[in-house]
């Protein structure tokens, strides 16, 4: 039956996430229009272009997110698009602006097709978790919004690029009446992604203490978060955002096996001791995401 599954859209697919979530819909019978940005992750790229040899499902689309026509031949009859965008360099004011006018011209893009049924946003936990009161006691859900004067204060690039390209992202989507969900990701874990994803993991982590010792840092497997893409489109109930996570790291061993699984991309301290000391409140609330992977499994 796998003729039958419709045609979709990873942009940008030379990303380590938009990878992952490439391969798991040929895996599931999708066709799957992969739209790689010029400077986009090299090795991935390679791998991409490896496939779409071998794969008659796969069809590869050069794009750039500030040209508008381009992503709209990329989109051209496609029934979602699955959005992961990340610079491929480093994060500073001007690829905040940089990010925010990709998000909306992505967007935009999908309300002038005939074919996209909904858009699977790729977004952060970065762009809830992040403002003045961050030490309260309070919970963090769908509902929550870092803040962006805060975030310019501490020069948080990353969780402001999330934060105000998911924001444009909804409030385009609601103007156009576009179908949106949001996958809030945490820190993303995976094979090969000290690698292949240096540069989103080390801003990720920007104020990692801070965010562990408040109950607010958590990761997520890679093929997990594809398989929550896939299920957020397939699954027509869903809307709104989804934080997506495996684990909020909270103790002192947990630290340290998410330091050794990211080395050497960070050093491990010279001496440690894993003595459990240390357990902080879990801050994070994740109902929505456990109902759509339950409700859909069943």
Not at 17 to 45: C, M, P
Not at 131 to 143: G, M
Not at 182 to 189: D, E, K, Q, R, Y
Not at 274 to 285: F, P, W
Request: aromatic letters at 8%; one cysteine or more; proline letters at 3%.
């Amino acid at each position: 039956m796998d003729h039958e599954k419709p045609c979709v859209c990873v942009l940008d697919a030379s990303t380590y996430v938009g990878f992952w979530i490439l391969k798991g819909l040929l895996n599931r019978g999708y066709i799957v229009h992969a739209a790689i940005q010029k400077d986009g992750e090299k090795e991935i790229e390679k791998q991409i272009k490896d496939m779409e040899k071998v794969e008659e499902r796969l069809v590869v689309f050069h794009v750039d997110i500030l040209d508008y026509q381009s992503i709209l031949v990329a989109l051209k009859d496609s029934s979602a698009l699955f959005c992961c965008l990340d610079s491929p360099d480093s994060y500073d004011e001007k690829m905040v602006d940089l990010e925010v006018r990709g998000a909306i011209n992505v967007v935009e893009a999908c309300a002038q097709t005939d074919s996209i049924e909904k858009i699977v946003f790729n977004s952060s936990l970065t762009a809830a978790v992040w403002r003045e009161d961050i030490c309260s006691d309070k919970d963090v859900d769908e509902r929550s919004w870092s803040d962006q004067g805060f975030c310019r204060k501490l020069k948080l690039w990353y969780a402001l690029a999330k934060t105000l390209s998911e924001q444009a992202a909804w409030a385009l989507a609601m103007d156009r009446m576009l179908c949106m969900v949001s996958i809030n990701a945490g820190l993303v874990l995976g094979p090969g992604v000290t690698q292949q994803n240096p540069r989103s993991t080390m801003f990720y982590l920007k104020g990692a203490a801070e965010m562990y010792e408040n109950g607010v840092l958590a990761f997520v497997d890679v093929n997990f978060l594809a398989d929550v893409n896939i299920r957020a489109f397939e699954d027509r109930s869903t809307g709104g955002r989804y934080f997506c996570f495996n684990q909020i790291v909270n103790t002192e061993e947990e630290a340290v096996k998410l330091a050794q699984s990211l080395s050497p991309l960070i050093p491990l301290p010279p001496r440690y001791e894993c003595q459990g000391s240390e357990v902080y409140a879990e801050r994070l609330k994740t109902k929505k995401l456990n109902k759509l992977v339950e409700g859909t499994a069943c």
